[in-house]
């Protein structure tokens, strides 16, 4: 019997030992090795790259201590110079261990070509909506005697008319034509003081009207950006189609 427990009794301490053996490797390997192994606590904040063209960018990141891979994709932007940096995972300001990889996405060296919708017999200010959203730019206003007021004629670029489905580059200018609409039709001017231009001038022409000669000038009455005189003068009663001049306050 005493030879049986003494038997139970050098188990049991050889179990105790095995199981703080574990516990302890366990803590070392949690608290010691894994922290030295994965930099724990070492981070780097993600610069931001936007805007930056591409070989400024991965020098910025080769001293921060990061590394970096261009995306197969890109995007195109008229606003930034060809190559540089449109989008980054992770963000900027992202806290990551050093050496981890930043995703770059590039601006395209040239624009995508985008097929040009039909915009004749569309109202202006429909057809301005239009041209944002696909990314295109409204050009020049030309306005020809048409019964129609403010209704698109003819959509051209680089002084040639492009049907519908015609490729053009992202970013282009599209110059219109539209109807002036004059007829024997009386319209009052409407109130565009302190209006931005861009306000203004979708009151224009929303108000069967068109836009006249743009003048700018200082003053004091109102903010920098702002139309602070017009004329004809609101309240005046005009045919449709007549011209709107407007004044517009700049920085003195």
Known sequence: MNSFNYSIKKILINLLIVIALGILFGFLFLKVYLPLYTNHGETVSVPDLSGYEYQEATNLLENTGLQYEVSLDSGFSTELPALAILKQIPEANAQVKSGRKIYLTLNARNAPMIKMPNLVNMPLKNVQEILANIGLE????????????????????????????????????????????????????????????EEGEFLILGSGLRVGNKNFSSTDSVAPDRIFLQAPPAGTQVRTGEPIDVWISKNQ
């Open 138 to 197: 409204r050009g020049d206003i030309v306005y020809v005697p048409d019964i129609g007021i403010n209704v698109v004629l003819e959509q051209r670029y680089r002084g040639v008319t492009v049907r519908e489905g015609f490729e053009i580059p992202k970013g282009a200018r599209i110059d219109l034509t539209v109807g002036d609409g004059n007829g024997n039709q009386l319209l009052f001017v409407p109130d565009l003081t302190g209006l931005d231009f």
